[in-house]
């Protein structure tokens, strides 16, 4: 059965498909780019609204007939669930982020299927979708609910049957391609992309192991990590100031735009030139610059640092061998990155590779899309996995209050790094006052070991669940709750009535939390505030 890998991207998304591979480790097969004529790198995550034309998406939104500029949406897995203000003609328009989304997947899957249909006489709604590891398991699980919206143009719903975080895939892709007959390899992937920064340690066993319900997995994803807002548009933010300054120029609404592409075109010339000359049409006249690499790098020495800093942060807090460390998305190409991780970690001088940037994430994916076995699952268990174990990153709790106190505190449920998919174990609590239902908070930790009385310094809200009990429960009614993460990052809340035999299981109302990464991470490297508008 065939399976599209989709790395969808904050610039530019990716599907492909991969036949004739192991069915059990996934190693081998022939992979194939699914991407229509002249997108070699990729189909642009972009929506265009305009009243006057409509909607666009993919490559038809970047094209000289989606103007204005001011239109187009990009970095979309930044705003989930957020809106934007569109004027047009004096008139005010509020665009989704989230229908965005689902139209650029709907774009992706249906362009694949038709190269599908023309090069090997199939179609299919199944795809198997990475994300960023910085996205919590309420992120996740919307991104999966919006894949899920789109149909295929027969009407078909398309189906994610597998998830996968962005660097893991990549390293997934690496350990199949070129580990095939080794012991046992650890990879570091460091990924840079147009809008994230992730990081992930993954580890493969050629003759596998059992993970606790007796499944064998050949890959271990031990851990993952990022930072939800450096990408590649930020070190073009960095250039955007350097040539306004440069220019010596207060850009119009238009040239704002004209300068933001000139910045992403310059930071990538840049990648292999000293030296950059760009133009700027003003009023008739070019003005011209001249921007050195050299310049260019210092301006983003702290930023880069940042993603330094968090790639030693996770090396100190893993104490096996690293074999391998991977630079994979497209703003690892500047040749800073790979100079910089080489000085800041010099026993990995010889070990570094830059692997597939603008490929290995949707050639890990649809590698690794797996389908569970056909079984009936309709009695609430969770399915058991494939052969990849993925763990949780952060401790998942429900927040309570101390007995006969306003005192807030995290009952941790799920331990950050429990293998998927998991359920925990009932826990008892008691209601303060006479109820026919509950509202649970789901807590989510920032960090590792948070202190679970500092709710909002370590924690974010990822979702509350109405629990409906049916009846009025007397005061003092004690009830059991349990949270169940699947193996696609799916979670969702259980609870029933304490000390009753066989007790049904509450009905819950889930309502999803902080999903938008945009604005919420306060940087710490020092962007000068001009009139750069992020084309999102």
């Known amino acids: 059965m065939a399976v599209i890998g989709l790395d969808f991207g904050n610039y530019n998304s990716f599907p492909c ?9 996934r190693i081998g097969g022939h992979v194939h780019d699914l991407l229509p004529f002249g997108q070699s790198d990729g189909i642009p995550s ?20 989606a103007r204005p500029l001011n239109n187009r949406m990009r970095y979309l897995k930044r705003h989930l669930s957020q809106n934007r203000l569109i004027t047009e003609d004096g008139e005010t328009y509020r665009v989704s982020a989230d229908k965005a989304i689902t139209m650029v997947i709907e774009h992706c899957v249906r362009s694949a299927n038709k190269q599908l249909k023309e090069g090997y006489g199939v179609t299919t709604s199944d795809i198997s979708l990475s994300y960023p590891a910085t996205y919590t398991s309420a992120q996740r699980q919307r991104l999966i609910e919006l894949a899920q919206n789109a149909t295929l143009e027969d009407g078909r719903k398309i189906k994610v049957i597998g998830t996968i975080a962005e660097p893991a895939a990549a390293a997934l892709d690496y350990l199949s391609e070129f580990e095939k007959e080794s012991d046992e390899t650890t990879a570091l992937v460091y990924d840079l992309g147009g809008g994230t920064f992730d990081l992930a340690i993954v580890t493969a066993y050629p003759k596998g192991r059992k993970n606790s319900k007796g499944n064998t997995y050949y890959y271990d994803i031990v851990k993952t990590s990022g930072i939800a807002n450096v990408g590649g548009v930020d070190f073009d933010k960095l250039l955007y100031n350097i040539l306004v300054k440069k220019f010596g120029i207060t850009p119009t609404p238009v040239q704002k735009n004209v300068l933001r592409n000139t910045a ?21 006249d ?6 050195t690499r050299e310049e260019f790098e210092k301006a983003s020495s702290a930023l880069l640092m940042k993603t330094i800093n968090a790639m030693r942060d996770m090396i100190n807090s893993y104490n096996g061998r690293i074999d391998y460390v991977l630079l994979t998305g497209g703003a690892s190409q500047m040749p800073m990155v790979e100079r910089q991780v ?10 570094i590779k830059i692997y597939r940037p603008n490929r290995a994430i949707a050639y890990g994916a649809a590698r690794y899309g797996t389908v569970e076995e056909d079984r009936d699952l309709s009695n609430g268990s969770l399915p058991t996995g494939g052969m990849i174990q993925k763990r949780t990153e952060h401790d998942i709790g429900i927040r309570f209050y101390y007995s006969n106190s306003d005192r807030q505190y995290i009952d941790t449920y799920i331990p950050a790094g429990s ?5 925990s174990k009932f826990s008892r609590s008691t209601l303060r006052e006479a109820s ?24 974010t809200e990822i979702m509350s669940v109405k629990l409906e009990f049916g009846e009025l429960l007397p005061k003092d009614s004690e009830n059991e709750t349990r949270l169940l993460l699947d193996k696609l990052g799916a979670l969702r809340v259980e609870a029933r009535r304490a000390n009753i035999p066989n007790a049904a299981i509450f009905e819950n109302h889930c309502t999803l939390k902080n999903l938008a990464t945009s604005g919420v991470e306060q940087t710490d490297y020092t962007v000068e505030q001009t009139d750069y508008t992020e084309e999102w």
């Open 342 to 351: 080489k000085t800041s970690f010099p026993q990995y001088k010889d070990k």
């Open 436 to 459: 026919s239902s509950s509202i649970f908070h789901v807590f989510e930790a920032k960090k590792n070991n948070p202190d679970k009385h500092k709710i909002d310094e370590d924690y």
């Open 286 to 291: 070019y003005l011209e610059a001249r921007v």
């Open 419 to 423: 293998p998927l998919p998991v359920e």
């Open 17 to 25: 498909y991969i036949s004739d591979f192991n069915a059990e480790t």
């Open 46 to 65: 972009v929506y265009f609204y305009s009243k006057k034309i409509g909607e666009l998406v993919g490559e038809n939104a970047v094209r000289q007939r």
């Open 264 to 284: 992403e075109r310059t930071k990538i010339e840049l990648s292999s030139e000293e030296v950059s000359e760009p133009t700027l049409e003003m009023n008739g």
